[in-house]
């Protein structure tokens, strides 16, 4: 059961990168569309901050339940990120119904450096995490 979850949880953070691929693909509001357009457009837009910070911590799980969860790889998985963020706003490019916007780049980024921050606080200077657990976890 161990080696299934650590499958999945290595697996998770490209089929995250999928599912933002495919929903870029549609119009905004093909999941969802909020009758007042003000909280629909504010919601969205604060998705961003979460859907990038999600992908990065994908990456972390994903690495820690392999035991590679280094301050580099951290890093590194942040830059995917970051670039999977830019990636996706020129995908929207070519999209009829999508707009890419340079802000929409920037909440990416900042999500996925919240997150790169709260990982490398708890993770590596605290030691007093569940990804601490986690790293452990995988072996046994």
């Known amino acids: 059961m161990k080696k299934l979850i650590r499958y999945m ?3 998770l953070p490209f089929l995250y990168m999928v599912a933002i691929w495919i929903m870029s693909s549609h119009p905004d509001n093909v999941v969802v569309e909020l009758p007042d357009s003000y909280w ?5 837009d604060s998705l961003h901050l979460v859907e990038f ?3 990065y911590l994908f990456f972390v799980l994903a690495l820690a ?3 590679k969860l280094t301050r580099k790889m951290s ?3 942040a830059i995917i990120a970051g670039l999977y963020g830019i990636t996706d706003e020129i995908h929207q490019s070519f999209v009829p119904s999508r707009t890419p916007t340079m802000i929409d780049v920037v ?3 900042i999500g996925v450096t919240a997150v790169y921050f709260h990982v490398r606080f708890h993770y590596f200077k605290r030691k007093k995490s569940l990804l ?3 790293e452990n976890w995988g072996e046994s």
């Open 75 to 77: 890093l590194f998985a």
């Open 40 to 44: 629909d457009r504010m919601i969205k």
């Open 9 to 11: 949880l290595t697996i």
């Open 132 to 134: 601490n657990k986690l």
């Open 53 to 55: 910070g999600l992908l």
């Open 107 to 109: 909440k990416d980024i």
């Open 65 to 67: 339940v392999n035991g």
